[in-house]
Antibody, heavy 122, light 111 residues
Framework: QLQLQESGPGLVKTSETLSLTCTVSGGSISSRGYYWAWIRQPPGKGLEWIATIYHSGSTYYTPSLKSRVTISVDTPKNQFSLKLTSVTAGDTAVYHC??????????????WGRGTLVSVSS | QSVLTQPPSVSGAPGQRVTISCTGSSSNIGAGYDVHWYQQLPGTTPKLLIYVNSNRPSGVPDRFAGSKSGTSASLAISGLQAEDEADYYCQSYDSSLSGSVFGGGTKLTVL
């Protein structure tokens, strides 16, 4: 059974860089046809897609965060990571990693990690 | 302001049927991109409920049904149960943004 687990600091200072890692177990991150994504949810608010990566290295970013976000993959470790620079209080959220299914007419997220709360404070 | 528009809340009594709408535009649902629905029970992780407009993952009861028409989609929940009380999100792909978009979410209250 595929499982995803987020890890990283729960508190980041304003203007610094948020770094998170998602460890995939029960399956290979190099599985053909599956992509890997980060999604966040500010406290009490809705879901926001942040970024997606394929094991080959192809990346996709939400336009509003593109200048501050980097997603990367480490296939030997079966992990993928997120870096978000110059954080502000507005970046406080639960960050989820997820497996993404992609075709010409759809993107959807079929397996989710439990999420990790990252708070930004001075 | 979410790209996909959902009502903030809906409610219904046990056993009743409710629907949740998801309105998009010509760059997402109206462009032919499929719609997916997620259920987030209180304090838990979102769970895929409906994929590619009307398909249910294994384990999802057939009380949940999705449909899509034009620039909109709907999630219907029949035979409402107390455990259906949750937040529901629609999601699709947007060609203008070249990525995924979510609705703002709808809180379902079972009266």
């Amino acid at each position: 059974q595929l499982q995803l687990q987020e890890s990283g600091p729960g508190l980041v200072k304003t203007s610094e860089t948020l770094s998170l890692t998602c460890t995939v177990s029960g399956g290979s991150i190099s599985s053909r046809g599956y992509y890997w994504a980060w999604i966040r949810q500010p406290p009490g608010k809705g879901l926001e897609w942040i970024a997606t990566i394929y094991h080959s290295g192809s990346t996709y970013y939400t336009p509003s965060l593109k200048s501050r976000v980097t997603i990367s993959v480490d296939t030997p470790k079966n992990q993928f990571s997120l870096k978000l620079t110059s954080v502000t209080a507005g970046d406080t959220a639960v960050y989820h990693c997820a497996r993404q299914v992609v075709s010409s007419t759809f993107w959807y997220f079929d397996v989710w990690g439990r999420g990790t709360l990252v708070s930004v404070s001075s | 302001q979410s790209v996909l528009t959902q009502p903030p809340s809906v409610s219904g009594a046990p056993g009743q049927r409710v629907t949740i709408s998801c309105t998009g535009s010509s760059s997402n649902i109206g462009a032919g991109y499929d719609v997916h629905w997620y259920q987030q029970l209180p304090g838990t992780t979102p769970k895929l409920l409906i994929y590619v407009n009307s398909n249910r993952p294994s384990g999802v009861p057939d009380r949940f049904a999705g449909s899509k028409s034009g620039t909109s989609a709907s999630l219907a929940i029949s035979g409402l149960q107390a455990e259906d009380e949750a937040d529901y999100y629609c999601q699709s792909y947007d060609s203008s943004l070249s990525g995924s978009v979510f609705g703002g979410g709808t809180k379902l209250t079972v009266l």
